[in-house]
């Protein structure tokens, strides 16, 4: 016999009997009533978490906890319909809403007082092998990538990822997304084919080179959270066997420390970034505290000291990996404390925490305050410049700042800036300092550090910085993330959200310069920008 039982309804039924004992005033200061509360978590496959619930203090935080938000609610998604639920919801409510996945966003734009939209349960993975030479993968805007290359790892593909295991491919791929392969297989969003989103009225539409060409542009480096929510992701798959990974150091402790830093970055600019002997190279130098070391091992216990750091990965075997960065493991001071060849998962995991963890940590130590700068570097420096940021870091308040350059060249820098809107295509490296700290005591010193870089770094960069490392006091965001393409984005805002329901503090905005958008939009997106708006393919037209 069959019975109309649901573990869903029964959930529903003993959250509705929890809001019925709250007060009116809890829903309607939202501008919302718990009637309409109560339909949309009817009509989920998902659910709501409210203020006082017993898992809300732990859900409504986001990755870095000097961020302290209060949603007015957090809709849990399960399927695309909970997204058209959660958003007919979310705008008739007083506050903006915000569409989170991972929660990493560095500015904390993955939560706000609004509804928080969570989409992080929006994570299926379909990998396509059915035509062995153009393998494909279509995942969810929330899958995580541990998970997504955990996934790939049977069948030897792979894309470029974000190297955090927790972080989502929503906010992700929308920013850009550099990873650890980008110099041989490009950005993250260089390797999309198409994707699919929701707009603001719940309609679907999939977006390529081919279909909605304007969207497809503007979310592959527009950031997320301007013009629909991502749903979906398909992506192009590269065969990847064992690399060749490497960790070389160099201390930083006297002046001759300094002076042979200074000639290993030397040599870095001129043999490794524009003129670097192969797009299989995949380098990042980091200005990081370690415990001290001797022959590549620590010495335990050592106290914390400063180096600089070059690690990468080689596409390719370990005997040319090893041709390739010989000059550096030979030039004066260096101390090479690791080679490797294995899979890329293990060697991610490697570059990023042996033999220690960058930035350091001690061992169940909470997860600090942070905070953090991008600044994208174009031009050759002198070695007095090399020099002046070496000395610079080790003036740290705490030996938990870190430095890194994501160096850039290769296949980011060979895709047609026209074709997306990632802009950052003539760089060398994009430059990051992250601060930390434990103490609200410590703050002021380790924030007032990272001013003092971005000071130093003015006459240095080239103006822009990743979009994907946002800064909340940046008045000039708009140009340093989207340079000349900001007026393109925004008539792609104004065609696909044209009432500006997507908004938050660094969301597209009219062009106040005189950016020329056509220089940097392939001839396809400006056509598309004058083309009627198509829906899926599986939506019903009317």
């Not at 029964?10 to 509705?16: A, E, G, Q």
């Not at 989409?119 to 393998?135: A, F, M, Q, R």
């Not at 084919?193 to 539409?205: E, I």
């Not at 220690?356 to 909470?366: E, R």
Request: proline letters at 6%; one cysteine or more; a negative charge.
């Amino acid at each position: 016999m069959a019975h109309n039982y649901s573990k869903k309804r029964t959930l529903d039924k003993l959250r509705f009997a929890a809001w019925e004992r709250r007060d009116d005033a809890e829903f309607s200061k939202f501008g919302l009533s718990r009637d309409k509360v109560k339909a949309a978590q009817q009509g989920l496959q998902g659910y709501i978490v409210m203020p006082g619930d017993p898992q809300y203090n732990t859900d409504r935080m986001i990755f870095n906890p000097v961020f302290n938000p209060f949603p007015s609610m957090i809709i849990y998604c399960m399927v695309d319909s909970d997204v058209a639920i959660a958003l007919a919801l979310a705008k008739q409510g007083t506050a903006p809403f915000t569409v989170r996945s991972g929660g990493h966003c560095t500015a904390g734009f993955s939560a706000g007082a609004g509804v928080l939209i969570d989409v992080s349960n929006l994570n299926g993975i379909y990998i396509d092998t059915s035509d062995p030479s153009s393998p494909t993968a279509t995942v969810g805007c929330g899958v995580k990538f541990g998970q997504f290359r955990a996934a790939l790892a049977p069948y030897g593909l792979h894309v470029p990822g974000g190297e955090c295991d927790d972080v989502c491919i929503g906010g992700y791929l929308q920013g850009g997304g550099y990873g650890f392969t980008s110099v041989t297989f490009g950005m993250n969003c260089d390797n999309v084919l198409s994707l699919t989103a929701m707009l603001a009225d719940g309609t679907v539409v999939t977006a390529s080179p081919n279909e909605n060409a304007d969207l497809w542009w503007a979310m592959r480096g527009g950031t997320g959270g301007n013009f629909g929510v991502l749903l979906t992701v398909t992506y192009q798959l590269r065969p990847l066997g064992d690399v060749f990974g490497w960790a070389i150091i160099w201390p930083l402790s006297t002046s001759q420390d300094i002076d042979n830093a200074t000639g290993a970055l030397t040599l870095l600019q001129e043999q490794y970034m524009r003129t670097a002997v192969s797009p299989n190279l995949n380098i990042q130098v980091s200005l990081c505290y370690q415990p001290g070391v001797v022959g590549g091992l620590p010495l335990p216990p050592a106290p914390m000291q400063p180096y600089l750091m070059v690690r990468g990965i080689w596409v390719g075997n370990a005997e040319d990996g090893t041709v390739a960065i010989t000059p550096l493991a030979e030039s004066p001071g260096a101390i090479v404390q690791w080679t490797q060849e294995t899979d890329f998962d293990t060697l991610n995991t490697n570059l990023l925490n042996v033999p220690y963890g960058m930035p350091c940590f001690a061992d169940g130590t909470p997860m600090p305050f942070e905070d953090k700068a991008s600044r994208i570097v174009s031009r050759d420096w002198t070695a007095a410049e090399w020099q002046s940021l070496l000395q610079y870091f080790v003036t740290t308040p705490n030996p938990y700042s870190y430095f890194y350059m994501e160096f850039y060249g290769g296949a980011i820098n060979a895709y047609p800036v026209g074709e997306s809107a990632f802009i950052h295509r003539d760089a060398m490296f994009n430059a990051v300092l992250d601060v930390f700290w434990w103490q609200a005591e410590d703050q002021a010193a380790a924030q007032d550090f990272l001013v003092g870089w971005m000071n130093l770094m003015e006459p240095l960069y080239n103006g822009h910085a990743y979009q994907n490392y946002p800064r909340l006091d940046d008045a000039n965001y708009a140009y340093k993330y989207w340079g000349d393409a900001q007026a393109t984005l925004w008539d792609v805002k104004q065609k696909y959200d044209p009432d500006n329901v997507f908004t938050f503090a660094q969301a597209v905005v009219p062009v106040t310069t005189n950016a020329q958008s056509t220089a940097v939009a392939a001839a396809r997106v400006t056509k598309a920008l004058h083309a009627p708006i198509v829906p899926h393919a599986f939506i019903k037209r009317r």
